[in-house]
Nanobody, 119 residues
Framework: QVQLVESGGGLVQAGGSLRLSCAAS????????MGWYRQPPGKQRELVAV???????NYADSVKGRFTISRDSPKNTVLLQMNSLKPEDTAVYYC?????????????WGQGTQVTVSS
């Protein structure tokens, strides 16, 4: 069972920066996708950024140029550097990793960390 530990959320003023980190442990197979999703108040969970093991990265249009995802595959950690934060970035941010088995790929989620951006 893969376990995820997130850290780095908090309260910041608009224009500020935060860095989220997530460490995965307990995996006995290959970790493929590592990424971040968020759920703004009253809205559905949405993709922020995701990185695959082969090096491809996908960002939500709303964060391109402001957020940067990076991963350390040997250590199974993923970071999200968030710059130029806006009030609309306020959300609970969730780390997600996928574990690739022989015939399936399972997703695991962190407990979520609150990011609040004040105007």
């Amino acid at each position: 069972q893969v376990q995820l530990v997130e850290s780095g959320g908090g309260l910041v003023q608009a224009g500020g920066s935060l860095r989220l980190s997530c460490a995965a442990s307990g995996s006995r197979f290959t970790i493929n996708r590592m990424g971040w999703y968020r759920q703004p108040p009253g809205k559905q969970r949405e993709l922020v950024a995701v990185s695959t093991r082969d090096g491809s990265i996908n960002y939500a249009d709303s964060v391109k140029g402001r957020f940067t995802i990076s991963r350390d595959s040997p250590k199974n950690t993923v970071l999200l550097q968030m710059n130029s934060l806006k009030p609309e970035d306020t959300a609970v941010y969730y780390c997600m990793v996928s574990e690739r088995k022989i015939f399936a790929e399972n997703d695991y989620w962190g407990q979520g960390t609150q990011v609040t951006v004040s105007s």
